[in-house]
């Protein structure tokens, strides 16, 4: 059930400082950096408070961590008890456009509330905090001039790439920009609730509100616009606001998880439209930037997280990056309970688990196995010999113990002749390309694997 709230925004506003200040008392200040200073207010009841946080890792973490220092500043600036409650800015979007998209206030023609929907400020998702590689430099490299210069530097905006990989942090981080630098009046819209919106209008008839949300902006920052590929209506609509908002100058950043041309049913004139302005994309990270993510997450968020950690984390984690903030998540909360710094093995099994796997592959059974099957010592494998006749079994080696153990590049090095982990990088690939021609080798490594995974 919805509960009335009690307090107005300058309140909330004010209320919140008072939490923040009895907080800052008792936290160092980089606690106070990591974990509060990006807190937002949505609500205040008679019986409950919600404080937004930009994430779902940090909502977690402050309910573990920092609920009975709330419950006692809260305590303290409302004179009376409140139950603490925390959400990420993503859920109270959707609480509130499951209610009603756009908020009432809009359509009365009062003056829309700080955080309303043309602002949903996630500074957690910033220039700042977005580490840049080669698999996303142009898209950081064009989202930053598009804040610094919005409607003259690219207009439109088109970024795409697979789904985890930064977009919605990009658009996040040029409606910062925009909003508190330039004050400009932005909307950031995912897709799906542009449609949704358009049908609901389809219903009410309310046309000219409808357009007037999207059109009386100063830039319209649209997220994973292949939701428009089954609404045929709502791309038209679509179209008239893209030549209005263009026209008129204004920037639009669009991102999408495919290319324009490969959102299957969108028109041609739509297509061209994008093409406009500059189209770019982000790809699957390389293993260093994940390095570089998985550090950059890990002192964001106070976490003690080694090289080598990061490392084999990077290594492992290979799909979206949200994957990886969930395994530095799921370490940091060990690492909690057993009061210790995680070691390498503890690691190894909580990846392993996080993949899905059930059977644990130690490194030495690999090993064993490939001597047996090729006919030589377990330390002949593992010397620095490099006869071609050692060689290629070692090769497949690294190769097997790379797909079944999930050890790091540099422990399967360790194991296997003290080499370092651009050969058996290169061990690995060798053998995956032999695979694709050799049949023999093809169903000898194949038995391999079947015997070693029973
Ligand atoms: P997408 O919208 O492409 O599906 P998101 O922008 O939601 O992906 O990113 C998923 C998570 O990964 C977010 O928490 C985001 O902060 C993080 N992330 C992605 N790329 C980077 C990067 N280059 N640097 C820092 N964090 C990143
Ligand atoms: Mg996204």
């Known amino acids: 059930m919805l509960e009335t709230p009690v307090v107005s925004n300058n309140e909330r506003d004010f209320i919140l400082k008072g939490i923040l200040s009895i907080i800052k008392e008792v936290v160092t200040a980089q606690q106070f950096e990591i974990w509060f200073s990006c807190l937002r207010v949505s609500s205040v009841t008679s019986n409950r408070i ?3 946080t930009p994430n779902s890792f940090i909502r977690e973490w402050l309910k573990s961590h920092y609920h009975d220092l709330f419950s006692s500043a809260v305590y303290k600036v409302l004179n009376s008890s409140r139950e603490v409650h925390f959400s990420t800015e993503e859920e109270v979007f959707d609480k509130l456009s499951a209610t009603s998209f756009p908020p009432e206030e809009f359509f009365a023609g009062k003056k829309p509330p700080e955080e309303n929907y043309h602002v949903p400020l996630n500074k957690y998702y910033s220039f700042e905090n977005f580490v840049v590689g ?12 598009v804040s610094e210069t919005p409607g003259l530097a690219y207009n439109p905006l088109f ?3 697979a789904s985890g990989l930064g977009k919605t942090h990009l658009l996040h981080a040029i409606n910062n920009v925009l909003s508190s630098k330039h004050k400009m009046k932005t909307l950031y819209v995912p897709c799906e609730r542009f449609v949704n919106h ?5 219903r009410t008839n309310s046309w000219d509100s409808f357009r007037a949300f999207y059109r009386n902006i100063d830039a319209l920052l649209i997220d994973d616009i292949q939701a428009f590929e089954n609404s045929q209506e709502s791309r038209e609509e679509f179209f008239h606001t893209f030549n209005t908002l263009y026209n008129a100058k204004k920037q639009i ?3 999408s998880d495919c290319p324009p041309e490969l959102i299957a049913t969108l028109e041609d004139r739509l297509i061209s439209r994008f093409k406009w302005g500059l189209l770019c994309s982000i790809d699957n990270t390389t ?21 080598e950690a990061a490392s084999y984390l ?5 799909g979206s990056i949200r994957e990886l903030e ?31 796997n059930k059977r644990y592959i130690s490194i030495e059974t690999v090993i064993k196995a490939v001597s047996e099957r090729f006919n030589i010592r377990v330390s002949q494998l593992q010397s620095r010999c490099r006869t071609r006749s050692l060689a290629l079994p070692r090769q497949i080696a690294m190769h097997l113990s790379r797909k079944l153990t999930k050890m790091s590049l540099m422990e399967i090095g360790g194991y296997l002749g003290g080499r370092d982990h651009s050969t058996v990088i290169h061990a690995d690939e060798k053998i995956t390309k032999m695979l694709k021609k050799d049949k023999n080798l093809s169903i000898i490594l194949q038995k391999l694997e079947s015997e070693l995974q029973k």
Do not use: Q
């Not at 080669?134 to 001039?145: D, E, K, T, V, Y």
């Not at 799921?330 to 057993?338: D, N």
């Open 50 to 52: 919600t404080f937004v």
């Open 134 to 145: 080669p698999c996303n430099r142009l898209a950081h490299a064009a989202a930053f001039a």
């Open 159 to 161: 970024i795409h790439g």
């Open 198 to 202: 358009y049908i609901s209008t389809i």
């Open 253 to 255: 950043v669009i991102t």
């Open 287 to 307: 293993r260093e930037t994940r390095i570089a993510i998985a550090e950059k997450k890990a002192s964001l968020w106070g976490i003690n997280l080694s090289h």
């Open 314 to 318: 990077a290594e492992n984690v290979t």
């Open 326 to 356: 969930g395994a530095i998540a799921r370490l940091s909360r060990e690492e909690k309970i057993t009061k210790n710094s995680i070691t390498l093995d503890r690691m190894r099994k909580i990846v392993w688990e996080l993949s899905g």
